[in-house]
């Protein structure tokens, strides 16, 4: 079946450091990509998102490209922010949603 | 415009009670969902629907069952609550391309 594997946290960082969280997935088909952030105590918002090959998702400084051929979908922000602290789910849609583990973010000042 | 609307927020529970959350949506989607998330081990399905008078089990069913009553609203139903079950439950429906996922805001169930 479908699924989703994500790099395993927690992640620190300081803040203005580069950020990858790495997804790959494994579908048949041609799912949709996402990613989701949580902020402590609060639901999940939808981050970026792409729906075929070579899309690229963007949204607040934060990147991701559709990999076809490496079935991955690895989200990048160029300098984070302790704001950024959060975590991160990588997730995808075929004929239902399958979500990562999750990637605990923390940025430090 | 409310979009997913779940219910209770906050619950706690004896082993043994039962218990149904609630879940409506105003956007018209056929697809609903019902997730539970722990620390460490991310959202895992416990059921979905498809469609109106449409179920089926995700990764995690047991000791869980759901009623699509009509478009609108997709239950979940916990009939005898064991600690196993304290966790954050969130409700979702997507969009009929699937491209934009919309979540409730969470249910936090604490079993005793």
């Known amino acids: 079946g479908n699924s989703v594997t994500q790099m395993e946290g927690p992640v620190t960082l300081s803040e203005e450091a580069f950020l990858t969280i790495n997804c790959t997935y494994t579908?048949?088909?041609?799912?949709?990509l996402f990613w989701y952030v949580q902020y402590p105590g609060e639901g999940l918002q939808l981050l970026l998102k792409?729906?075929?090959?070579?899309d690229k998702g963007s949204n607040k400084g934060f990147e991701a490209t559709y990999r076809k051929e490496t079935t991955s979908f690895h989200l990048e922000k160029g300098s984070v922010q302790v704001s950024d602290s959060a975590v991160y789910f990588c997730?995808?849609?075929?004929?239902?949603?399958?979500f990562g583990a999750g990637t605990t973010v923390t940025v430090r000042a | 415009n409310a979009g997913v609307t779940q219910t209770p927020k906050f619950q706690v529970l004896k082993t043994g009670q039962s218990m149904t959350l609630q879940c409506a949506q105003d956007m018209n989607h056929n697809s609903m969902y019902w997730y539970r998330q722990d620390p460490g081990m991310g959202l895992r399905l416990i059921y979905y629907?498809?469609?109106?008078?449409?179920?089926d089990k995700g990764e995690v069913p047991n000791g869980y069952n759901v009623s699509r009553l009509n478009k609108r609203e997709f239950s979940l139903r916990l009939e005898s609550a064991a600690p196993s079950q304290t966790s954050v439950y969130f409700c979702?429906?997507?969009?009929?391309?699937?491209?934009?996922?919309?979540f409730g805001e969470g249910s936090w169930l604490t079993v005793v």
């Open positions: 579908a048949t088909g041609y799912p949709s």
């Open positions: 792409a729906t075929k090959a070579d």
């Open positions: 629907s498809a469609s109106e008078g449409t179920t």
């Open positions: 979702a429906t997507t969009t009929g391309s699937g491209n934009t996922i919309y």
């Open positions: 997730a995808l849609r075929d004929y239902k949603l399958s």
